[in-house]
T-cell receptor, first 116, second 109 residues
Framework: ETGVTQTPRHLVMGMTNKKSLKCEQH?????MYWYKQSAKKPLELMFV???????ENNSVPSRFSPECPNSSHLFLHLHTLQPEDSALYLC???????????????FGPGTRLTVL | DAKTTQPPSMDCAEGRAANLPCNHS???????VYWYRQIHSQGPQYIIH???NNETNEMASLIITEDRKSSTLILPHATLRDTAVYYC??????????FGAGTQVVVTP
């Protein structure tokens, strides 16, 4: 247990569906992240939120829409996805994303998404 | 951004030390080296990080060369549960982690 939970753990959706991924951290951290891990590819940073404000958006298509209502919760809203969006989506949190000297990220277990 | 180079895979015998190399020849003076590992189908787990001094914690030791162009992660007594992909990451000055392909470590009995 890392203190970061993600739901659901597995999700199958059609290309016309709308679904949401949820992440919750119980660590009192100020920063939260979404990563994507496709098969046989490195983890890709998608979004960074610091104190509920989006501070990084790594050229992610608009069919992925993040939401951070407070510092403990992070959502990723999905709509009109493509089969190539099938991947493991990982959430992480850290105390201060700007603190490069000692700010380790704690990852959740991920949501395995399959788009049909 | 500084890039890292790691061997794609390595085997280690259970109970022996595992020495995982990483090259980061373009690292800048204020960039930290972080190590994470990812056990199959789980989220990555933080192991250790350092700037220029050697570091040790309950999981591992990190040895950084004097010129900081390479480092070695040492797992002192590998167990079967240490089988994972190990990522060496140079954290850029803006705080972002850039994960590479990592090293697949297989610990065998």
């Amino acid at each position: 247990e890392t203190g970061v939970t993600q739901t659901p753990r597995h999700l199958v959706m059609g290309m016309t569906n709308k679904k949401s991924l949820k992440c919750e951290q119980h660590l009192g951290h100020n920063a939260m992240y979404w990563y994507k891990q496709s098969a046989k590819k490195p983890l890709e940073l998608m979004f960074v939120y610091s104190l509920e404000e989006r501070v990084e958006n790594n050229s992610v298509p608009s069919r992925f829409s993040p939401e951070c209502p407070n510092s403990s919760h992070l959502f990723l809203h999905l709509h009109t996805l493509q089969p190539e969006d099938s991947a493991l989506y990982l959430c992480a949190s850290s105390q201060d994303w700007r603190d490069i000297s000692g700010d380790e990220q704690f990852f959740g277990p991920g949501t395995r998404l399959t788009v049909l | 951004d500084a890039k890292t180079t790691q061997p794609p895979s390595m085997d280690c015998a259970e109970g022996r030390a595992a020495n995982l190399p990483c090259n980061h020849s373009t690292i800048s003076g204020n960039e930290y080296v972080y190590w994470y590992r990812q056990i199959h189908s789980q989220g990555p787990q933080y192991i250790i990080h350092g700037l220029k001094n050697n570091e040790t914690n309950e999981m591992a030791s990190l040895i950084i060369t004097e010129d900081r162009k390479s480092s070695t992660l040492i797992l002192p007594h590998a167990t079967l549960r240490d089988t994972a992909v190990y990522y060496c990451i140079v954290r850029d000055p803006w705080g972002k982690f850039q994960f590479g392909a990592g090293t697949q470590v297989v610990v065998t009995p």
